[in-house]
């Protein structure tokens, strides 16, 4: 078990972290994506619209759509809550799609915000569960994942006194300090990491396990789809007969039911064939505020109402249904990808995923350490540069991937702004420095790197406001006086982290001075660093 | 055993035994699992327990723990043919019974 657990553990703890990393960045990929795009501050002011008002932009719309799209097989209206927001229209049909934004007022298209294209934070995202490899890389993080279980299980055999350690630190002892390190950051977050590593993989379930299905719903494609409606059977129509049928009623007459019906602000509006005589029209409220709600699963309601008779044909349940076939899964989705408790819950992955991301690095390095004091002479003459790869294999895992991940903004606000597919090159920009990373890794001495590399991350991520005045003109002060705590929120978060690892590059600074002056001659090499 | 300790034909013995082991872990894990849950989604429905659709989801749900307990179990036991050995009779258990209850059904 010590054998599976150190080699299972060191051989996919490089990319777990990166993929720890990623994902604990994933859970505020809003915040990111919005600063990112780097829209122009809306100077405030900004004031409610009243319901007529929002009314009054669903009318222009649907005027807007039956003129540029008549034979749409699909339209769709957002609606804004706050003056200074358009109205968003789009229209698919057999020719191409309509997509534009209008002013809720006059119902003129209002020209394209100057936002920069950017995959903004769903880069994190698609790292986190693809490596952004497609396939391959998806079976690839399926794959790591299942190594991460192994690793957990035997994990909690090989250091059977985990409950213990986790009471016990003790700092600058170099070998015994990482030990204590490994076992207190898994003991703990033992509990997060099975369930995020669990239901990560669980969240693609019938991608990475599809032969129970396909045993019993056959090979063919609509398998899936037969699957899930199977599962989804929930009695949701229940159209209620008390609820009055305005007969010939128009969009804006059916919105309003819609509302009153809903209990909340209509935010979409979706029309199936319009103009046909099945065209069915479906209202959904916005996002639920997740941290209001108290519940697990939160989707938002909708009513569908036929469009020509104005007859009701879907209302949600009430009270919500639940059972095993129907909630499990949405339940295990909101799990993994904190769909609900607010940005309080957000915020508690966060810190438990960089906490997770922190104990399987002290792993690697443990590894490092203790192979440093005795060789196992595993790999026979090689065996001196296997360790010189691994040590830099590990400053690449976790300062390298937080490195590549600051470097990814620093590339947002830096590259060109005419530069064609523009979003690429940021991501480009994220593999180019993670990459940039192994190699100065290997061609410095491990200490050096690690000094070298945490310096430059803390500076980047210090200096990450300074550089958003410079390029954008838009800064800390500014957001925080316009109340957008999701950007000031980002910098400053980005601030706190940077201190943070200026902080562990002191430490590491210090605690080698400190065996340096005590061992002289063991200071010497790089090989014997007291700590890294 | 202590690579330091092994002559070269032994290490290269060892270094084919390890690579056959992960191999037996991963792949054949793998394979196993997906048997052993289809096995269990139709006996679920055999049973009478659950409908089909529960019943895919429970057993392919239960398959990532499956698929970790097999793995660890490979790695747990000394004897690799012994491995081997156990694997390819639960296997063939497995597909008798998969081929028994897709005929029921």
Known sequence: MSWLHTWCGLVCGWLLCAIFLTGSISVFREPITLWMQAAPLEGGGQQPLSLNERLQGLRLAELHLSKTAPDAGIWRIGLPLQTGEGVKVFARSQDGKVQASLHALTGQVLPEPALRQTEGGRHFMSFHYSLQGGIAGFWVVGLVSMCMMVALVSGVIVHRRIFQDFFTFRPGKGQRSWLDAHNASAALTLPFLFMIVYTGLAHFYTSYMPWPLQSLYGQERSAYSRYESELKARPEVTAASDVPVIAGADLVGLAQQAQSLLAQPVMEVLVQRPGHGRATVRFMEGKPDTAATRQMVNVANSVTFDAVDGQLLQLPANPPSSSFASDTYPVISALHLVTFGGWTMKWLYFVLGLIGTAMIASGSILFAVKRRAKSGNEWGLATHSMYRCIDALNVAALAGSALASIAYLYGNRLLPLALELRSGWEIRVFFAVWALSLLHALLRTTYKAWREQLCALALLCLGLPLLNAITTGQHLLLYLAQGDGRRAGLELTCMGLGLLVAWGAWRHEKSRRSKGVRHPRAARGAISGGLI | ?105
């Open chain 2, 1 to 105: 055993m202590k690579a330091a300790a092994m002559t070269q034909a032994q290490t290269r013995r060892y270094r084919w035994a390890v690579l056959l082991r992960v191999l037996m872990a991963t792949l054949g894990g793998y394979a196993l699992t997906a048997l052993t849950c289809a096995v269990l989604a139709h006996a679920l429905v055999a049973v009478g327990v659950m409908q089909r659709a529960p019943a895919v989801l429970l057993s392919t749900l239960l398959s990532f723990v499956i698929y970790t307990v097999v793995a660890l179990w490979v790695f747990h036991v000394r004897s690799l043919p012994r491995v081997a050995a156990v694997m390819a009779g639960w296997a063939a258990v497995m597909a008798v019974a998969l081929q028994a209850l897709k005929g029921m059904a």
